[in-house]
């Protein structure tokens, strides 16, 4: 089976640099998605979305918490896909373990040094790696988000943001946890669980050996998925790395 849901690098390390970097320091080129965000703003704000005069008195995102464990629900034009995500900014690391729909299991694991494993453990065995320019998401990377008000989605009256047209976040508004997130291509995020201060233990943080040793029979050039995830994502590349 083609694996099809990796972030290209470019895709990376660009949603990786937009989301940790602040505000006034991004210029963001208007012209490559501005039709269509600006339709889809215009026609939410219009009729979805109870919106704030005073940006004073807007609320802002919570900053996530600096370890989490949370299992994601996405969807892609119908391409459905489970994503188990541990979130772990003390120690640097964020890892997506990503379920296509009757498929693979492919791992993501993610530093924040900018080194980057994707790998599978069932044969045929494969792995890719990388070296980023930029870490994992920051708990704070929703900063300066762009207050759009609430809506009700999956079942939840929710706080909406967006960010850099890139990114809308829904956050419940009673507990303030993520519940929905949705990415400029229309790929979206449903939040099933969200256990704050929950860790993956040290022993599953290790990539397997033949992704730092080139051996008989292991294939390394697996393809770099095509999206990023919360991953969010995701993530936020999710990552989490968020996904696209």
């Avoid at 900014?89 to 900018?114: K, S």
Wanted: glycine residues 6%; negative net charge.
């Amino acid at each position: 089976m083609a694996i099809g849901h990796f972030p290209v690098p470019a895709m990376l390390l660009t949603l990786r640099g937009r989301m940790n970097k602040p505000m006034a320091s991004r210029i963001v080129p208007a012209a490559k998605h501005t039709p269509i965000v600006f339709v889809f703003v215009f026609l939410t704000l219009s009729v979805c979305f109870s919106v704030s005069s005073n940006k004073s008195t807007d609320p802002a995102p919570a900053p996530w918490p600096l370890q989490f464990h949370s299992i994601l629900f996405m969807n892609y034009s119908g391409a459905l896909e489970i994503i188990d995500l541990w979130y772990d900014w003390p120690n640097g690391r964020n890892f997506n373990i990503m379920q296509d729909q009757l498929g693979e299991v492919v791992y993501d694991l993610e530093w924040n040094n900018g080194t980057s494993f994707v790998y599978t453990l069932d044969a045929p065995k494969r792995c890719w790696t990388a070296q980023l320019e930029v870490g994992i998401l920051r708990p704070n990377w929703l900063d300066g988000a762009n207050y759009l008000g609430q809506e009700k989605v999956d079942g939840f009256l929710c706080n909406v943001w967006e960010k850099v047209d890139f990114i809308w976040y829904y956050e419940d508004v009673v507990n303030r946890r993520p519940v929905h997130w949705r990415f400029y291509t229309g790929r979206t995020a449903h939040v099933m669980t969200f256990e704050v201060g929950a860790v993956l233990e040290d022993t599953n943080w290790q990539g397997p050996e033949y992704c730092f040793v080139n051996k008989t029979g292991i294939d390394s050039t697996l393809h770099k998925p095509e999206i990023a995830s919360m991953r969010p994502d995701g993530i936020p590349r999710a990552n989490m790395r968020l996904s696209i």
